[in-house]
């Protein structure tokens, strides 16, 4: 078992859609969430991070977590053409390592 | 967000030389800084995690002989790739982070090409 899983897509939506990526992790030391967003050919940019159980709001997004469920998800509200992209999520594990997921791309379509 | 700063972004070298590849955060001290590596389309591998002062952790299957990391501050890290070989080839990125409990921010990356 891979220690954070996602779906690699793509995942296609509507311009002004919602946009669901999931995430599971297999480490229960796991401490800290994270969730980047990375272009072609570009290193990361950090969208959110969450520590504690339940949602995260930051404008058109929001992390939730679930720790007995060992799952943490991305909502994008309103969902534009440029968010299109690889959306990344991280897990810091009880070791400090962050361990990242293999992506999902994300296709908005105008 | 914190700003870290990777060079250089881009780099060509022959096969057996060595590269160095530096990480600095610009305007916070970074306690821990991390290093990954990508291969086309695929995701981020943790290859080693540094801390200031101190030796840094490599993950299974990376040579420490090979890719050599310094984190001689704390605002500086560096990657060496020695005797670089065209299976070298790949994007190394680095992150760095105040607290290894709370969120990392990445460099801008470095595209390394071994011919």
């Known amino acids: 078992q891979k220690e954070v899983e996602q779906n690699s897509g793509p995942l296609s939506v509507p311009e002004g859609a919602i946009a669901s990526l999931n995430c599971t992790y297999s480490?229960?030391?796991?401490?800290?969430f994270f969730w980047y967003r990375q272009y072609s050919g570009k290193s990361p940019e950090l969208i959110m991070f969450?520590?504690?159980?339940g949602d995260k709001e930051d404008g058109r997004f929001t992390a939730q977590l679930n720790k007995a469920s060992q799952y943490v998800s991305l909502l994008i509200r309103d969902s534009q053409p440029s968010d299109s992209a690889t959306y990344l999520c991280?897990?810091?594990?009880?070791?400090?390592?962050?361990?990242f997921g293999a992506g999902t791309r994300l296709f908005v379509k105008a | 967000g914190a700003v870290v700063s990777q060079h250089p972004s881009r780099v060509i070298c022959k096969s057996g030389t060595s590269v160095k590849i530096e990480c600095r955060s610009l305007?916070?001290?970074?306690?821990?800084m991390f290093w990954y590596r990508q291969f086309p389309k695929q995701s981020l591998m943790l290859m080693a995690t540094?801390?200031?002062?101190?030796?840094?952790?490599?993950e299974q299957g990376v040579e420490k002989d090979k890719f050599l990391i310094n984190h001689a501050s704390l605002t500086l890290s560096t990657l060496t790739v020695t005797s670089a070989h065209p299976e070298d080839s790949s994007f190394y990125i680095c992150?760095?982070?105040?607290?290894?409990?709370?969120?990392?921010?990445f460099g801008q990356g470095t595209r390394l090409t071994v011919v």
């Open positions: 992150s760095a982070t105040r607290d290894p409990r709370t969120e990392a921010f």
């Open positions: 480490d229960r030391g796991s401490q800290s």
């Open positions: 969450i520590y504690s159980n």
């Open positions: 991280a897990v810091r594990t009880g070791g400090f390592k962050t361990i």
């Open positions: 305007d916070f001290q970074a306690t821990t």
């Open positions: 540094s801390n200031e002062g101190s030796k840094a952790t490599y």
